[in-house]
T-cell receptor, first 116, second 114 residues
Framework: DAGVTQSPTHLIKTRGQQVTLRCSPK?????VSWYQQALGQGPQFIFQ???????QRGNFPDRFSGHQFPNYSSELNVNALLLGDSALYLC???????????????FGPGTRLTVL | AQSVTQPDIHITVSEGASLELRCNYS??????LFWYVQSPGQGLQLLLK??????LVQGIKGFEAEFKRSQSSFNLRKPSVHWSDAAEYFC????????????FGTGTLLAVQP
């Protein structure tokens, strides 16, 4: 049973560029959440997708956008990259329709984004 | 607003010694509580969770945590630490309901001395 997978593993971009990160959820999961983890910090919630809709959003600007596909995989897009966007981006999957077990999130290995 | 505090940024213990990592949360009701571990350059692995019921919960790798409502705490413990336990540990809370975003503490980095 494959867990949560993310691609690419590492990415280097320059300021002003745009980036797309990808996530495939754990088999059987239908909800994908994205988190940003800056160096030395805990992960910060960006947004969550369920049934191809953004269900909740954290305190991130509109430069951060996402998408969920019918197969439940998801993309995170960041436009107009800033140096401060350098971080580990983590994807987590869960079961969206279950009140209790839906709160158990399984994380992927992350994508390390460096903005120069 | 919900928040999670992990007062210890860095802890060093000797191999075989006991361990307790502290976590305090701020929330009006009883949240869902989690401990995750992160090895260098890796994602997060769930160690244990508390949703309801018995306030002492057992997790993987010999870890346990105790929920104390009166102290708004959810401390992580292990009776005997192994060198492979060296990692960063994150406490997290979720509010419950339709959305399950996790709010994380800033983490505690555990070093294990031989």
């Amino acid at each position: 049973d494959a867990g949560v997978t993310q691609s690419p593993t590492h990415l280097i971009k320059t300021r002003g560029q745009q980036v797309t990160l990808r996530c495939s959820p754990k088999s059987g999961h239908d909800t994908v959440s994205w988190y940003q983890q800056a160096l030395g910090q805990g992960p910060q919630f960006i947004f969550q997708y369920y049934e191809e809709e953004e269900r909740q959003r954290g305190n991130f600007p509109d430069r951060f956008s996402g998408h969920q596909f019918p197969n439940y995989s998801s993309e995170l897009n960041v436009n107009a990259l800033l140096l401060g966007d350098s971080a580990l981006y983590l994807c987590a999957s869960s079961l969206g329709g279950d009140e209790v077990s839906g709160h158990e999130q399984f994380f992927g290995p992350g994508t390390r984004l460096t903005v120069l | 607003a919900q928040s999670v505090t992990q007062p210890d940024i860095h802890i060093t213990v000797s191999e075989g010694a006991s361990l307790e990592l502290r976590c305090n949360y701020s929330y009006g009701a009883t949240p869902y509580l989690f401990w995750y571990v992160q090895s260098p350059g890796q994602g997060l692995q769930l160690l244990l969770k508390y949703f309801s019921g018995d306030t002492l919960v057992q997790g993987i790798k010999g870890f346990e945590a105790e929920f104390k409502r009166s102290q708004s705490s959810f401390n992580l413990r292990k009776p005997s630490v192994h060198w492979s336990d060296a990692a960063e540990y994150f406490c997290a809370v979720a509010r419950g309901g339709a959305t399950n975003k996790l709010i994380f503490g800033t983490g505690t980095l555990l070093a294990v001395q031989p």
